[in-house]
């Protein structure tokens, strides 16, 4: 299975980041089919914690 990632850093301290895993997310069952929505779910994300920035995504193999 594959899962979403986000660095997300604080806008009003860019320099402090995190790797968060989305809680709304089920895990994907392949690379293709994360990075067609990585990028809508990053803006949803954003748009849920108006003090941070989505720095980048990426999708790799979930952790379990």
Not at 33 to 54: I, N
Not at 57 to 62: K, L, Q, S, Y
Request: with cysteine; charged share 25%; hydrophobic share 35%.
């Amino acid at each position: 299975m594959i899962e979403l990632l986000f660095v997300v850093c604080l806008l009003s301290e860019p320099d402090r980041c995190s790797v968060e895993h989305p809680s709304f997310q089920e895990p994907f069952t392949n690379v293709m089919a994360c990075s067609r929505t990585g990028l809508f779910r990053a803006a949803e994300w954003a748009q849920q914690h108006p003090k941070y920035t989505v720095r980048r995504w990426r999708c790799e193999p979930r952790q379990t």
